[in-house]
């Protein structure tokens, strides 16, 4: 089972995308991983998660205005 993120009350959800998930992503919105805003895959939000450059993260946040709002990012070495 992967494990998951840091759990904090500032930190938002985040979570790896299945190798579906990633190819249907993609595909819906006709882009690359590379044309993914990207994230470290050192930063401390991503702590205890079995990531690999070339994953794609899911991040939910909550917003009081906006709601519920979700982001994607592409995993990166460096």
């Given at each position: 089972?992967?494990?998951?993120?840091?759990?904090?009350?500032?930190?938002?959800?985040?979570?790896k995308l299945s190798e579906?998930?990633?190819?249907?992503?993609?595909?819906?919105?006709?882009?690359?991983?590379?044309?993914?805003?990207?994230?470290?895959?050192?930063?401390?939000?991503?702590?205890?998660?079995?990531?690999?450059?070339?994953?794609?993260?899911?991040?939910?946040?909550?917003?009081?205005?906006?709601?519920?709002?979700?982001?994607?990012?592409g995993v990166a070495n460096e």
């Open positions: 089972m992967p494990k998951q993120s840091i759990q904090h009350v500032l930190i938002p959800k985040h979570k579906k998930e990633k190819k249907d992503l993609l595909e819906e919105y006709k882009i690359t991983i590379n044309e993914l805003p990207s994230i470290l895959k050192s930063d401390p939000a991503l702590a205890g998660m079995d990531l690999e450059a070339g994953d794609i993260v899911k991040i939910e946040r909550n917003s009081p205005t906006a709601g519920k709002t979700i982001f994607y990012r």
